[in-house]
T-cell receptor
Framework: DAMVIQNPRYQVTQFGKPVTLSCSQT?????MYWYQQKSSQAPKLLFH???????NEADTPDNFQSRRPNTSFCFLDIRSPGLGDAAMYLC??????????FGPGTRLTVL | AQTVTQSQPEMSVQEAETVTLSCTYD???????LFWYKQPPSRQMILVIR??????QNATENRFSVNFQKAAKSFSLKISDSQLGDTAMYFC??????????????FGKGTKLSVIP
């Protein structure tokens, strides 16, 4: 059974048009993470939540925002996508042990 | 800050053979965890194996095992009896606690492994 679900799996948007990516989890874990992974690169952490506490990485652009309305759901909002924001966006949850479990990702294309 | 180095961008191995992927890391932390993740082409990132730094015994998961050398800050992954399904990008990752129940995961740049029939 899937633990981390990401929708949609593929998203196409236009330059400058806001887009929202969704992540949900079935395990009610406290910690949720958003990563950006560009082609042939390692994932890069954008931010994470511990419960409702939001933690932004220092080099995450202001163009990226996040919301966590409840334990199960977390959203990534890109306010004005640029061509450089085309990437795979990975959501992960913090497990009961010191592990992270990743969702399948959303591949974002910016036209 | 932690750094994770994977010095082999690409590797290949014959099916049924054994291959070792290298990883070194740099940290001043004493409490940390190490992982190998597998990411098949266009598919999900999957946890392969984990190692707690306080454990001397090397972790093993079926055909996957690690050689953890804490003093040398080395954490290599050995895949035995390689199978076609092992073809993937492999990421070495370092995790440290950052307080309040969350952790910081730092990835290496990855090693692309191809298993040849």
């Amino acid at each position: 059974d899937a633990m981390v679900i990401q929708n949609p799996r593929y998203q196409v948007t236009q330059f400058g048009k806001p887009v929202t990516l969704s992540c949900s989890q079935t395990l009610n874990h406290n910690v949720m993470y958003w990563y950006q992974q560009k082609s042939s690169q390692a994932p890069k952490l954008l931010f994470h939540y511990y419960d409702k506490d939001f933690n932004n990485e220092a080099d995450t652009p202001d163009n990226f925002q996040s919301r966590r309305p409840n334990t199960s759901f977390c959203f990534l909002d890109i306010r004005s996508p640029g061509l450089g924001d085309a990437a795979m966006y990975l959501c992960a949850i913090g497990g009961k042990r010191e592990e992270e479990f990743f969702g399948p990702g959303t591949r974002l294309t910016v036209l | 800050a932690q750094t994770v180095t994977q010095s082999q961008p690409e590797m290949s191995v014959q099916e049924a053979e054994t291959v070792t992927l290298s990883c070194t890391y740099d940290t001043s932390e004493n409490n940390y965890y190490l992982f190998w993740y597998k990411q098949p082409p266009s598919r999900q990132m999957i946890l392969v194996i984990r190692q707690e730094a306080y454990k001397q015994q090397n972790a093993t998961e079926n055909r996957f095992s690690v050689n953890f050398q804490k003093a040398a800050k080395s954490f290599s992954l050995k895949i035995s009896d390689s199978q076609l399904g092992d073809t993937a990008m492999y990421f070495c990752a370092f995790m440290k606690p950052r307080g309040a129940g969350s952790y910081q995961l730092t990835f290496g740049k990855g090693t692309k492994l191809s298993v040849i029939p």
